[in-house]
């Protein structure tokens, strides 16, 4: 086995190898490099990112490329939780809930998980800034000392209220914007 680093452009060669069939494999861990998510091109195809491994033949002392391309960009997920009147919709009147945990819970390529939380600030608001695009997220809101104003009872905001189901038309809005 060999190994080699690559330059500050990112370029690497392994030289004077006989024919034969080499894989070539970066180190990263899960397809994942210093925070850098590896993207596939066209396979077999020159500049183009390749999986990884990646197998190559030799033959003829031709040179014969293995790239791999890596790309990070980031992106954010949050909104709002708020004293809902059972219907999911977020209306005026309806005000941000300060204080809620809100946790996200993230899934690696390679299924190992980690858990963030945030708070809610004062007007209900949250986010998680700096998510890379291809990770998978499940979230939930905690808060027990949420009033269901349709029963009266404390529980889950994450429940659905009043046996009515969210139907997907809250709005991204603050509380009171549309």
Known sequence: MATTTTDANGD???SGLPDGTYTVDVTDDANVLDGLWHST????????????PYTVSVSGGTTYPADFGYYGVPAALGDWVWADDGDGIQEAGELGLAGVVV???ITWPDASQTIVKTVTDA???YSFDNLLLDENYDGQARRTDVLDQHSGVTGD??????GRR???TDSNNPPGRR
């Open 166 to 168: 969210d139907r997907g």
């Open 103 to 105: 946790q996200l819970t």
């Open 157 to 162: 905001p994450s429940r659905e209220s009043a």
């Open 123 to 125: 007007s209900g608001y």
């Open 12 to 14: 690497y060669s392994f």
């Open 41 to 52: 091109g066209t396979p077999n195809t020159d500049d183009q990112s390749q999986t990884d």
